[in-house]
């Protein structure tokens, strides 16, 4: 059987947690910004769009697959 975890052995794992959260809480604020751009130059470029804004369809995509926000993180008690 697992012995109780210390006060010191709690505390990082609040801080871990809370750093874990706020860092998948950047990359998602980073994705939305890219999102907006791209919406931004969609809107903007009309028919041409879809050569002049592949950039960022791409850095976009590749933000999505990669930042999932609330991914599953297991935080044992």
């Known amino acids: ?10 505390r990082q794992r609040i801080k871990d947690r809370d750093e874990h959260v706020r860092e998948s809480w950047i990359k998602a604020m980073e994705a939305r910004i890219v999102r907006d751009e791209l919406q931004k130059c969609y809107r903007g ?3 041409n769009h879809l050569q002049n804004c592949k950039e960022l ?3 976009y995509a ?3 697959r990669e930042n999932k926000v609330g991914s599953k993180v297991s935080y044992p008690l």
Do not use: L, Q
């Open 1 to 10: 059987m697992a012995s109780t975890p210390s006060m010191d052995e709690y």
């Open 45 to 47: 470029e009309g028919v």
């Open 57 to 59: 369809a791409e850095k």
């Open 62 to 64: 590749t933000m999505i």
